[in-house]
């Protein structure tokens, strides 16, 4: 009569001992997310409207790290890309111009730095950041438009940058390096396998596609071609 209270008693007990651990579960998961949420830096709004802000890709460990002006976003190429990264103190960040979207320029907001108006691709401006803090930057023309950067420095934390893609940044590179090096003449062979088509070989070609289509004039071309051959060649003066 005993062992049915008694089984009673250890149900409960499980159940709260299952409650308390989901319970703790759930704690630990608030405070996880809530300090992931933290490492995100407070940008005072500045980024408020920006199409292509996802966050702060981490580039921590690097001492040089790319930044695409011209990069699709805000209604055209009217974006920094990516808007906001972290940085180790000492880095050097190059802004690297795509050549879209007309001109761009990149303008701290604090002053601390300048580039000028630069509108081809493959045009560059970097700086060093020596000192901890955030740097907002802008485009000074397309602004209005949502053209916003940052740079923090120091800390740690962020997007991964590894899944970051540059498809206008590596498509303006292979650009160049295919034309460059070899000049222009080679860049004009690159097109085909490499080796030019003389004015005799495209004759030949021509005719045999003509002599597919009609019978005779194959015909004809083939003793032409056996004559040319059998006649000997002529004696030097």
């Given at each position: 009569m005993s062992e049915q209270p008694k089984r009673s008693t250890d149900r409960r007990?499980?159940?709260?001992?299952?409650?308390?651990?989901?319970?703790?579960?759930?704690?630990?998961?608030?405070?996880?997310?809530?300090a992931t949420a933290q490492s995100e830096p407070d940008y005072g709004g500045w980024f408020d409207g920006v199409s292509n802000y996802e966050g702060t890709y981490d580039y921590t460990g690097q001492s040089e790290v790319t930044v695409a002006v011209g990069s699709e976003a805000n209604g055209g190429y009217y974006g920094f890309g990516p808007a906001a990264i972290r940085v180790d103190p000492g880095t050097t960040v190059v802004w690297e111009w795509t050549g879209e979207g007309n001109s761009h320029n990149v303008v701290a907001e604090d002053g601390s730095f300048e580039s000028e108006l630069y509108s081809a691709p493959g045009e560059t401006f970097e700086h060093t950041f020596e000192s901890e803090g955030t740097y907002t930057y802008y485009c000074a023309p397309h602004q209005s438009l949502g053209m916003l950067g940052a740079v923090v420095v120091g800390g740690s934390g962020g997007l991964d940058s590894s899944q970051v893609e540059q498809p206008l940044?590596?498509?303006?590179?292979?650009?160049?390096?295919?034309?460059?090096?070899?000049?222009?003449?080679?860049?004009?062979?690159?097109?085909?396998?490499?080796?030019?088509i003389s004015f005799e070989n495209a004759t030949f070609v021509t005719i045999l596609a003509l002599g597919l289509l009609s019978p005779v004039f194959f015909g004809v071309f083939l003793l032409l071609k056996q004559t040319d051959s059998a006649e000997p060649p002529a004696k030097a003066e």
């Open positions: 007990a499980f159940l709260r001992r299952t409650a308390i651990g989901l319970g703790a579960a759930a704690t630990s998961g608030l405070a996880s997310g809530t940044l590596e498509a303006s590179g292979g650009g160049d390096s295919g034309g460059g090096g070899s000049g222009g003449e080679s860049g004009g062979g690159s097109e085909g396998s490499g080796t030019p």
